[in-house]
């Protein structure tokens, strides 16, 4: 999914500083989501909760977006022309709906609920997103992870994984990047990840096993989810600093409660993310937005989708300076 926002924000994310005490208690800082309209008179909305100002990624997820259940006959769905991408990945995952990808890689694939589909682009790589005509209901999360400097020039990639679930203690499990309760993902990810829907059932409690060196972000869909003494309610993301062994999900509802859980390793390494690039540098971002602007050979294109090109828009008026994370205390 493109980043479709008039004015695009400017971030550089910047290494972390301090050192990580272990501990058996997780700390849990708590990022609200914003609306974001994706373009157009009747735009559908999203909840976006990353990036923003108190914490700008997790791991190497740097975007994270939760949208719907949205009416179709009352939104008009999802219809996202062809647009870039530079040095990132994107993720889709649906719980409900079924989206057409294509994309310059030569991909055309349909995403349904329960699939991961995942598309590198390093040096470039253009798509389009169109819901479906059998779509009702469209329901689901678009997540971007960063590529680290030694990939991040890499060449175009599409990767389709359907993860078996599993259930444990009253909930339902399906890891679609990295390892979690005893099941490890195929697909291959260039900075260790993690990335799975975690559904509980009513009242349920689960305690899971998680890497002490990861920092998590447990964004809540449906239900009301308690991680320690913090509860989190819909379109919420309960951001778990590194350092524990365990993570325990209370499920506080009288309904089943679905979260995505995402991870990794710190990111260390300075980004600078405007629009659908992610570069090092201003000058990193410039240069695509020509590219792309110029028709360059360095995205591709793709003759299938019956629109035009989104267009980039305007670059900010300053050059883009540094902002991170907080320090870790």
């Known amino acids: 999914m493109s980043n479709v926002e008039a004015e695009s924000l400017a971030l550089t994310c910047g290494a972390l500083v301090g050192e990580r005490q272990p501990t058996s208690v997780p700390r849990i800082d708590v990022l609200s989501a914003r609306d974001v309209p994706l373009g157009g008179p009747r735009a559908m909305r999203v909840r976006r909760t990353l990036p923003q100002r108190s914490r700008t990624l997790i791991g190497a997820w740097c975007f994270a977006d939760r949208y719907g259940p949205h009416d179709v006959l009352s939104t008009g769905g999802m219809d996202v022309p062809t647009h870039p991408h530079m040095g990132l990945q994107t993720v889709t995952w649906l719980f409900e709906g079924e989206i057409e990808h294509r994309d310059s890689l030569g991909i055309h694939a349909l995403i349904r609920p329960g699939e991961l589909n995942l598309m590198t682009g390093g ?5 389009s997103e169109v819901s479906t005509s059998r ?66 059932e009513p009242r349920a409690t689960i305690t899971l096993a998680v890497d002490t060196g990861f920092e998590h972000g447990l964004l809540v869909d449906s239900g009301d989810v308690r991680v320690a003494d913090t ?21 506080e509802s009288d309904g089943p409660a679905r979260t995505i859980l995402l991870g990794g390793t710190p ?16 000058e990193d971002i410039v240069r695509a937005r020509e590219d792309w602007e110029a028709t360059s050979e360095r995205f591709g294109g793709i003759e299938e989708y019956p629109g035009g090109r989104l267009a980039a828009p305007a670059l900010p008026n300053a050059v883009i300076r540094p902002r991170g994370n907080p320090p870790r205390r």
Do not use: K
């Open 135 to 200: 779509t009702t209901v469209l329901h689901g999360v678009q997540l971007w992870v960063a590529l680290p400097e030694e990939h991040r020039n890499t060449g175009r990639d599409f990767q389709h994984h359907v993860p078996e679930p599993v259930s444990i203690d009253g909930a339902e499990i399906r890891v679609f990047l990295g390892s979690l309760a005893e099941v490890t993902s195929p697909v291959r990810t260039f900075t260790p990840l993690l990335g799975a829907q975690i559904t509980l």
């Open 231 to 251: 509860l989190l309610s819909p379109a919420e993301m309960g951001y778990v600093h590194p350092g524990i062994d365990t993570l325990t999900l209370v499920n």
């Open 267 to 282: 990111f260390e390494e300075e980004i600078v993310m405007w629009w659908n690039f992610v570069g090092r540098s201003h």
């Open 123 to 127: 040096y470039g790589i253009c798509h």
